[in-house]
């Protein structure tokens, strides 16, 4: 009876450490635009080499995803520049919240000052396990691949700018993530996810993301929760929203008949 007794204690143990299960992962990313193609019009000469070269730089950004098991909080890491000019903050998307058990997740987005909280469903992406591994840190790591089909829009000859990117090739981007087994949580940064162990590394055509800290149940308290500040739409009445609100500001900024203008397109 006593043995019973104490397996039983062990299985509500083992069960509240899984239950209370946390993480803290930082990741590094860099993004280049090598083979990008850069088009402009209306530009000065001697701007629009500036403009290129300023372009063709590499991006780095740094990110921290909380979780615990069944959710997490994924969030860029705000770099203030104290040489940038007053009144100037860097771009930052919201924070993105999974939550694996219910199938959704969260965006946080800003859309001409007025904030929102973007529901949409959980995607898994069709990952294809390998066999292939490397160490990342402590931990070995296995290689699991997907692919984007990315479709140019089409033109229809009332837009100028889509009419220019839809000249643009179908693209197919080969995402490889590298992840953890020994960490059993199904979570990563960004949109990937789902596969059987922590993601430690991503990569694709023009971006790399590694991390490099990673504290497992911390002492300082993790919270992993939805985030809750600003109107709660789902993605298609943000897409609806943010539609109406191009056509306004196009409508507004509009050049007059006669005046210079200035487009940049960005592809490959």
Partial sequence: ??????????LIGSNAVAQEFKGVAEYQSVTTRKNATIKMTGVDPAMEA?????????????YILYFDK???VYEMVVKLNPNAPAGMRP?????????????????????YDKEFIVQDSLEKPDWKLENETKKIGNYT???????IVIEPPKADGAD???DLMASLPRREIVVTAW???????????SEYWGLPGLILGISTDNMTMLCTKLTLNPKEKVEVKA????????????????????????DLYAPKPGSKSMTITIGG
Avoid at 1 to 10: C, P
Avoid at 50 to 62: D, H, V
Avoid at 228 to 250: A, H, P
């Fill in 227 to 250: 985030p809750s500040k600003g109107q709660k739409v789902t993605q298609e009445k943000f897409n609806e929203i943010g539609r109406k609100k191009s056509e306004e500001m196009k």
């Fill in 50 to 62: 500036q403009m290129k070269e300023a372009l063709s730089k590499p991006i780095e950004n740094s």
């Fill in 160 to 162: 100028k700018a889509i």
């Fill in 1 to 10: 009876m006593k043995k019973y007794f104490y397996l039983l204690l062990f």
């Fill in 91 to 111: 771009f930052t998307p919201g924070k993105r919240y999974n939550n694996l058990k219910e199938g959704i997740v969260l965006y946080e987005r800003e859309l």
């Fill in 70 to 72: 069944t959710a997490s």
């Fill in 141 to 147: 790591c296995y290689k699991a691949t997907y692919t």
């Fill in 179 to 189: 992840y953890a087994p020994e960490i059993p949580v199904s979570h990563g940064p």
